[in-house]
């Protein structure tokens, strides 16, 4: 839990944080108050989505097995839709498909902008130049009328179209951040010595300059969920998602559709929203916190009273 | 425990502008300034216990490696802390006045009209968002001076005291070079006719030969207005030909202090005799090289007794125990207990105050 | 100037590649969709309109597909959407006339008020650093700026339309009043658009806030700060003049980055207050499978988007000397 002060004064030797990532990372973690609490959420939803038997007897969360508009009870947590389902198991089987677009987008957006990014970074030149056109183009185009269109084309997205429009939108901001980055790496000294030591470009790229770049990595990772999170749930709330499968924006179109803050079912729609904003809160707790973890600049300045030296 | 305050009169300095009597008082005096960072595990000592002094019109240097708490010091004297470093103790007299008790609102009229600073890259110093003229206005203006015409004058006058021609006040800093833009921050620093100018290595970023010129010019425009130069650097070359007086710093505290050319030609510290001893001289008889191993301790682990002592060819069995003081020898001011009249390092010749001779190991 | 004439380029490159997907995507769809609309147009369109349709989707012609693009270019630039389903029979480009008016004033103004507002805030905050602001600051705009557009909005619906019935949730003003410059006209616009606009507000703010914040902290620990203050300037000129300068630099250049982020808010806010704009036809277009009002209204919102950046590109060579020279 202690950062040694010897870090706080000498000027950070990038090659020694290899090793010590990791540890920076969990030690961060633990210290920091929002990324706990992110961690934290994140953490829940992970295990409601893993074993949704463990929050709700309820099998099939679409089936219409119960009374219509039932106010919340014991039996029924969050009381039932105009259609008869129990809202509570529809929220936590939700969980699942909310949390597999979530990391599905996240990994593939990740990996995506490494490549893009440390590519252009290393390429320089013409090379650079063209996947920098890329980036940017990508970037700029708006992405959610975007996927509409796709979307709407495709008759309504199944899990793999949501999957697949996100990660072509999402991969942009990360790609330019790690191409940023990786430009300002290439020219530090650990890089030059590997390059004289004449190891090969493939593993200075994976062994010398990933590492030094863990954080901005795993924040991006953190920002491409939240977008995916936000974004298919929207998606889903215009009706653009599938309409059998269960998550939340799906909840929320339904209960829309249903009227339902006007027929007093706020909790229908309440309770999605809720887990959605959990969720989006949690990630970008995290991401926040990482963002404080790669700029030293950021971090929380402590007033120590009791270790006031006194004059 | 011989803590003399020594106040040794530079003797090659320039005449002083202003008033006479004062002479004899210290422009500058620091008294047991301590510089702390507040880290999560407690405050961390970056510069301890330093006495200093800078005699009008005088020129002083202060030497040291790397991390050795030099630019802390500077700024602290200069009350430019930021979170987490804090002044935990000492005071710092200018023109008689404690700097560390005043408020900012107190401080206000001091800064720049008599203590400006220089600090080490001007292409990070200037804000690179405004022109070179608006920055040197914006100081006069915050000092009352309200004239347009007035505010330009001066401007044109301290550009031309350094050698730039004056169309450049609309420029920004990015669109001068390097030599150009350390220039311009030296007179910016020069508006008010200072009494004290604080350098941050300011010739660092330089190359040998605009090194040499930015330099002379400083001692020339010393000359001319008779202000007083606190010069902080690594380069020990440099300090020799041009300061009045040397402090030299190691891990945060005052290894020696003194006439420059007392300190060059007989070294009483340890490290200091290393520093030089690590400089090829250009015309001399050829010497091997020596530097000095290892490296200064960590500030949060440092050494119970002489900070000096892991790195130091001349250690005995005290030195790891016992702190040393600052010992009067030979006319300088030096840290190290071969000069203390109290320890004795066991098999040498008795030092006495006077003549220092260095003990066999 | 370079500098100038390279976002100009960005512009020009953009928005191309913009079209020609949307070119694109209904011919490499499986199951053609465009011909299944095709259907419900004819006999009710004439022979121009549905040979326009037909350019613009590829059916029933025999041209190459290279020929398909340029006619399809051209339409655009000369404003040939076509006519829309919707609507019918008014022409794409009508409703994007009637519809663009409600999205700019809405988005546009409320992303204006955010930017200023969320950067004097930042600035404050990031000033102040450690002190109360900047401790309570950062957690609640994180978490506010991850809440769903659509479901804040539904929230204040639930709120102040349904439970307190002090503001209307639906459209852009009350339809039986006439349009017109007298009070109870712009009353009522101001009424109808406090809701949708705070939803916006409240999520968009957050986010500037933080930039802000946090380019401030940076800032503060350059050089050119500590220069400022050793000169005697006031607090006040330096946070000004010296840092907030500088520091809403990147500001601007992450403006361009943030459009989408609005843009897709836009869209949902206008979707859950029935509010009339761009956003709002576009979904109206999809939920009727109006393909040629849907590629019109993807083509405004891109267009829309790119002159936003422009605009912001060009305040940050007027505010950044070193924009511009670099080459």
């Given at each position: 839990?202690?950062?040694?002060?010897?870090?706080?004064?000498?000027?950070?030797?990038a090659?020694?944080?290899?090793?010590?990532?990791g540890?920076?990372?969990?030690?961060?973690?633990?210290?920091s108050?929002?990324?706990?609490?992110?961690?934290?959420?994140?953490?829940?939803?992970?295990?409601?989505?893993?074993?949704?038997?463990l929050?709700?007897?309820?099998?099939?969360?679409?089936?219409?097995?119960?009374?219509?508009?039932?106010?919340?009870?014991?039996?029924h947590?969050?009381?039932?839709?105009?259609?008869?389902?129990?809202?509570?198991?529809?929220?936590?089987?939700?969980?699942?498909?909310?949390?597999?677009?979530?990391?599905?987008?996240?990994?593939?957006?990740?990996?995506?902008?490494?490549?893009?990014?440390?590519?252009?970074?290393?390429l320089?030149?013409?090379g650079d130049?063209?996947?920098?056109?890329?980036?940017?183009?990508?970037?700029?185009?708006?992405?959610?009328?975007?996927?509409?269109?796709?979307?709407?084309?495709?008759?309504?997205?199944?899990?793999?179209?949501?999957?697949?429009?996100?990660?072509?939108?999402?991969?942009?901001?990360?790609?330019?951040?790690?191409?940023?980055?990786?430009?300002?790496?290439?020219?530090?000294?650990?890089?030059?010595?590997?390059?004289?030591?004449g190891?090969?470009?493939s593993?200075i790229?994976?062994?010398?300059m990933?590492?030094s770049?863990?954080?901005?990595?795993?924040a991006?990772?953190?920002?491409?969920?939240?977008?995916?999170?936000?974004?298919?749930?929207?998606?889903?709330?215009?009706?653009l998602?599938?309409?059998?499968?269960?998550?939340?924006?799906?909840?929320?179109?339904?209960?829309?559709?249903?009227?339902?803050?006007?027929?007093?079912?706020?909790?229908?729609?309440?309770?999605?929203?809720?887990?959605?904003?959990?969720l989006?809160?949690?990630?970008?707790?995290?991401?926040?916190?990482?963002d404080?973890?790669?700029?030293?600049?950021?971090?929380?300045?402590?007033?120590?009273?009791?270790n006031?030296?006194?004059? | 425990?011989?803590?003399?305050?020594?106040?040794?009169?530079?003797?090659?300095?320039?005449?002083?502008?202003?008033?006479?009597?004062?002479?004899?008082?210290?422009?500058?005096?620091?008294?047991?300034?301590?510089?702390?960072?507040?880290?999560?595990?407690?405050p961390?000592?970056?510069?301890?216990?330093?006495?200093?002094?800078?005699?009008?019109?005088?020129?002083?240097g202060?030497?040291?490696?790397?991390?050795?708490?030099k630019?802390?010091?500077?700024?602290?004297?200069?009350?430019?802390?930021?979170?987490?470093?804090?002044?935990?103790?000492?005071e710092?007299?200018?023109?008689?006045?404690?700097?560390?008790?005043?408020?900012?609102?107190?401080?206000?009229?001091?800064?720049?009209?008599?203590?400006?600073?220089?600090?080490?890259?001007?292409?990070?110093?200037?804000?690179?968002?405004?022109?070179?003229?608006?920055?040197?206005?914006?100081?006069?203006?915050?000092?009352?001076?309200?004239?347009?015409?007035?505010?330009?004058?001066?401007?044109?006058?301290?550009?031309?005291?350094?050698?730039i021609?004056?169309?450049?006040?609309?420029?920004?800093?990015?669109?001068?070079?390097?030599?150009?833009?350390?220039?311009?921050?030296?007179?910016?620093?020069?508006?008010?006719?200072?009494?004290?100018?604080?350098?941050?290595?300011?010739?660092?970023?330089?190359?040998?030969?605009?090194?040499?010129?930015?330099?002379?010019?400083?001692k020339?425009?010393?000359?001319?207005?008779g202000?007083?130069?606190?010069?902080?650097?690594?380069?020990?070359?440099?300090?020799?030909?041009?300061?009045d007086?040397?402090?030299?710093?190691?891990?945060?505290?005052?290894?020696?202090?003194?006439?420059?050319?007392?300190?060059?030609?007989?070294?009483?510290?340890?490290?200091?005799?290393?520093?030089?001893?690590?400089?090829?001289?250009?015309?001399?008889?050829?010497?091997?090289?020596?530097?000095?191993?290892?490296?200064?301790?960590?500030?949060?682990?440092?050494?119970?007794?002489?900070?000096?002592?892991?790195?130091?060819?001349?250690?005995?069995?005290?030195?790891?125990?016992?702190?040393?003081?600052?010992?009067?020898?030979?006319?300088?001011?030096?840290?190290?207990?071969?000069?203390?009249?109290?320890?004795?390092?066991?098999?040498?010749?008795?030092?006495?105050?006077?003549?220092?001779?260095?003990?066999?190991? | 100037?370079?500098?100038?004439?390279?976002?100009?380029?960005m512009?020009?490159?953009?928005?191309?590649?913009?079209?020609?997907?949307?070119f694109?995507?209904?011919?490499?769809?499986?199951?053609?969709?465009?011909?299944?609309?095709?259907?419900?147009?004819?006999?009710?369109?004439?022979?121009?309109?549905?040979?326009?349709?037909e350019?613009?989707?590829?059916?029933?012609?025999?041209?190459?597909?290279?020929?398909?693009?340029?006619?399809?270019?051209?339409?655009?630039?000369?404003?040939?959407?076509?006519?829309?389903?919707?609507f019918?029979?008014?022409?794409?480009?009508?409703?994007?006339?009637?519809?663009?008016?409600?999205?700019?004033?809405?988005?546009?103004l409320?992303?204006?008020?955010?930017?200023?507002?969320?950067?004097?805030?930042?600035?404050?905050?990031?000033?102040?650093?450690?002190?109360?602001?900047?401790?309570?600051?950062?957690?609640?705009?994180?978490?506010?700026?991850?809440?769903p557009?659509?479901?804040?909005?539904?929230?204040?619906?639930?709120?102040?339309?349904?439970?307190?019935?002090?503001?209307?949730?639906?459209?852009?003003?009350?339809?039986?009043?006439?349009?017109?410059?007298?009070?109870?006209?712009?009353?009522?616009?101001?009424?109808?658009?406090?809701?949708?606009?705070?939803?916006?507000?409240?999520?968009?703010?957050?986010?500037?806030?933080?930039?802000?914040?946090?380019?401030?902290?940076?800032?503060?620990?350059?050089?050119?700060?500590?220069?400022?203050?050793?000169?005697?300037?006031?607090?006040?000129?330096?946070?000004?003049?010296?840092?907030?300068?500088?520091?809403?630099?990147?500001?601007?250049?992450?403006?361009?980055?943030?459009?989408?982020?609005?843009?897709?808010?836009?869209?949902?806010?206008?979707?859950?207050f029935n509010?009339?704009?761009?956003?709002?036809?576009?979904?109206?277009?999809?939920?009727?499978?109006?393909?040629?009002l849907?590629?019109g209204?993807?083509?405004?919102?891109?267009v829309?988007?790119?002159?936003?950046?422009?605009?912001?590109?060009?305040?940050?060579?007027?505010?950044?000397?070193?924009?511009?020279?670099?080459?």
């Amino acid at each position: 839990m202690t950062l040694s002060t010897a870090n706080v004064l000498e000027p950070s030797v990038a090659k020694g944080r290899r090793n010590g990532a990791g540890m920076a990372i969990w030690r961060a973690i633990r210290s920091s108050g929002k990324a706990l609490t992110g961690a934290i959420l994140l953490f829940i939803f992970l295990i409601a989505a893993i074993f949704p038997q463990l929050f709700t007897s309820v099998k099939d969360p679409n089936d219409r097995a119960y009374g219509l508009s039932l106010p919340p009870s014991g039996e029924h947590l969050l009381g039932t839709t105009s259609f008869g389902q129990d809202i509570w198991a529809q929220l936590v089987w939700g969980t699942r498909e909310t949390l597999i677009i979530a990391v599905a987008v996240g990994v593939l957006a990740s990996v995506l902008s490494v490549l893009i990014g440390v590519t252009a970074a290393y390429l320089g030149g013409i090379g650079d130049g063209v996947l920098s056109l890329l980036i940017d183009v990508f970037l700029v185009i708006p992405a959610f009328p975007l996927i509409i269109v796709i979307a709407a084309y495709a008759n309504g997205g199944n899990l793999a179209v949501i999957i697949l429009v996100l990660v072509v939108t999402g991969w942009s901001y990360g790609a330019r951040q790690l191409r940023a980055q990786a430009l300002s790496l290439r020219r530090r000294d650990f890089l030059e010595s590997a390059r004289v030591r004449g190891e090969r470009r493939s593993y200075i790229v994976i062994f010398e300059m990933l590492p030094s770049m863990v954080s901005l990595i795993a924040a991006n990772f953190l920002g491409a969920a939240l977008y995916a999170v936000l974004t298919a749930a929207g998606l889903q709330f215009i009706g653009l998602g599938s309409p059998s499968s269960v998550s939340w924006g799906t909840m929320l179109h339904w209960a829309q559709t249903a009227e339902a803050l006007q027929t007093g079912q706020a909790l229908w729609i309440i309770a999605p929203g809720l887990c959605i904003a959990l969720l989006g809160a949690g990630f970008a707790l995290m991401n926040y916190a990482f963002d404080e973890i790669s700029n030293p600049a950021l971090r929380r300045v402590r007033r120590n009273r009791r270790n006031n030296v006194g004059k | 425990m011989s803590e003399s305050n020594v106040t040794v009169r530079a003797t090659a300095s320039e005449d002083a502008t202003g008033d006479e009597t004062l002479d004899s008082v210290p422009l500058l005096e620091v008294h047991r300034l301590t510089v702390v960072y507040d880290t999560p595990t407690g405050p961390v000592i970056a510069v301890d216990n330093i006495d200093l002094t800078v005699n009008r019109g005088e020129f002083v240097g202060v030497v040291g490696e790397s991390g050795c708490g030099k630019s802390t010091m500077l700024f602290g004297i200069a009350q430019l802390l930021s979170p987490p470093a804090r002044i935990s103790a000492g005071e710092v007299l200018f023109r008689g006045r404690n700097l560390v008790t005043m408020n900012d609102k107190q401080l206000a009229p001091v800064r720049w009209q008599n203590l400006s600073v220089v600090m080490q890259s001007a292409m990070n110093a200037l804000n690179p968002v405004q022109r070179i003229g608006a920055q040197y206005a914006d100081t006069m203006k915050a000092h009352g001076a309200s004239n347009k015409a007035e505010i330009r004058t001066r401007s044109e006058e301290v550009l031309g005291m350094v050698g730039i021609d004056k169309i450049h006040l609309d420029s920004y800093p990015h669109q001068l070079s390097g030599g150009m833009r350390q220039r311009a921050m030296i007179a910016m620093a020069l508006l008010f006719t200072p009494e004290l100018i604080i350098m941050d290595e300011p010739t660092s970023a330089l190359d040998v030969v605009a090194q040499r010129s930015l330099m002379l010019q400083i001692k020339e425009l010393q000359h001319q207005l008779g202000f007083a130069v606190l010069f902080v650097t690594h380069d020990m070359s440099l300090v020799s030909h041009f300061s009045d007086r040397l402090l030299v710093m190691y891990a945060g505290q005052a290894a020696e202090f003194g006439e420059t050319r007392t300190v060059f030609d007989t070294p009483a510290h340890p490290y200091s005799k290393g520093l030089l001893e690590a400089f090829p001289s250009l015309r001399g008889p050829k010497v091997p090289l020596v530097g000095i191993p290892g490296s200064p301790p960590a500030l949060s682990a440092m050494p119970p007794g002489c900070r000096y002592e892991p790195r130091c060819p001349l250690a005995y069995a005290d030195c790891k125990t016992v702190k040393p003081e600052l010992y009067e020898v030979n006319g300088v001011l030096a840290r190290c207990l071969l000069y203390s009249p109290h320890n004795r390092p066991k098999t040498s010749t008795e030092p006495d105050d006077t003549t220092p001779t260095e003990g066999k190991p | 100037m370079r500098y100038v004439l390279r976002r100009l380029g960005m512009f020009v490159i953009t928005l191309w590649v913009a079209l020609t997907i949307n070119f694109f995507i209904p011919r490499l769809m499986p199951g053609n969709p465009a011909e299944a609309m095709m259907a419900r147009f004819r006999g009710r369109v004439n022979p121009d309109a549905l040979h326009a349709l037909e350019v613009a989707f590829g059916i029933n012609t025999q041209k190459p597909l290279l020929v398909q693009y340029v006619d399809y270019l051209g339409n655009t630039f000369t404003g040939h959407f076509g006519t829309s389903l919707t609507f019918f029979p008014q022409s794409v480009g009508t409703v994007i006339v009637t519809a663009l008016p409600w999205t700019l004033g809405l988005v546009g103004l409320t992303t204006i008020i955010a930017f200023v507002f969320g950067t004097l805030i930042g600035l404050v905050a990031g000033w102040r650093r450690g002190g109360a602001l900047d401790s309570v600051l950062p957690p609640v705009f994180v978490v506010a700026s991850a809440l769903p557009f659509f479901w804040v909005g539904l929230l204040l619906i639930l709120l102040f339309s349904v439970t307190l019935g002090v503001l209307p949730n639906d459209g852009s003003y009350d339809v039986t009043l006439t349009p017109g410059l007298n009070a109870d006209f712009i009353g009522s616009v101001l009424s109808h658009a406090i809701l949708p606009a705070v939803t916006i507000l409240v999520i968009s703010i957050g986010g500037w806030i933080l930039t802000m914040r946090n380019n401030v902290v940076t800032v503060l620990a350059d050089d050119y700060i500590r220069m400022a203050r050793a000169k005697g300037l006031s607090n006040t000129t330096i946070m000004y003049r010296y840092a907030a300068r500088n520091a809403i630099l990147p500001n601007l250049a992450g403006f361009a980055m943030s459009i989408g982020f609005v843009v897709s808010g836009a869209i949902l806010v206008e979707y859950t207050f029935n509010y009339p704009g761009v956003g709002y036809m576009l979904l109206q277009a999809v939920n009727n499978e109006d393909y040629p009002l849907m590629q019109g209204m993807f083509v405004i919102i891109t267009v829309t988007v790119l002159v936003a950046i422009l605009i912001s590109d060009f305040l940050t060579v007027l505010l950044d000397p070193r924009a511009g020279a670099e080459g």
